[in-house]
């Protein structure tokens, strides 16, 4: 079983930057995949950014990597998603969540909101 929590979320300015971050807990991070997911209303769940430190790899989706930039510390156990020139359409419920083989954990989610 992880636990994990997002922070972060808010209100900006399109154009504007925000981070947010996560905690896991339950289990070290080097173990697990840890992804952000986003659900805007009406839609379904976007996948946005992943990390894998036992690959050294990180996943984007297209309309956010050039933009968005996703880090971690294992040490902390903190996950965080670094976005930057935030338009409108990034408004959502941003999402984190770990992976352990088959299963996924859901964080409560984070609203951010990116006024025009």
């Known amino acids: 079983q992880v636990h994990v929590a997002e922070s972060g979320g808010g209100l900006v300015q399109a154009g504007e930057s925000m981070r947010l971050s996560c905690v896991a807990s339950?289990?070290?991070?080097?173990?697990?995949?840890m992804d952000w997911f986003r659900q805007a209303p009406g839609k379904e769940h976007e996948f946005v950014a992943g990390?894998?430190?036992?690959?050294?790899?990180?996943y984007y989706t297209h309309s956010t990597k050039r933009r968005f930039t996703i880090s971690g510390d294992v040490a902390k156990n903190m996950v965080y998603l670094q976005m930057n020139s935030l338009e409108p359409e990034d408004t959502a419920v941003y999402y984190c969540?770990?992976?352990?083989?088959?299963?996924?954990?859901w964080g409560q989610g984070t609203q951010v909101t990116v006024s025009s």
């Open positions: 339950g289990r070290t991070l080097s173990t697990i995949v």
């Open positions: 990390i894998n430190w036992s690959r050294n790899s990180t």
């Open positions: 969540t770990a992976r352990v083989g088959s299963d996924r954990y």
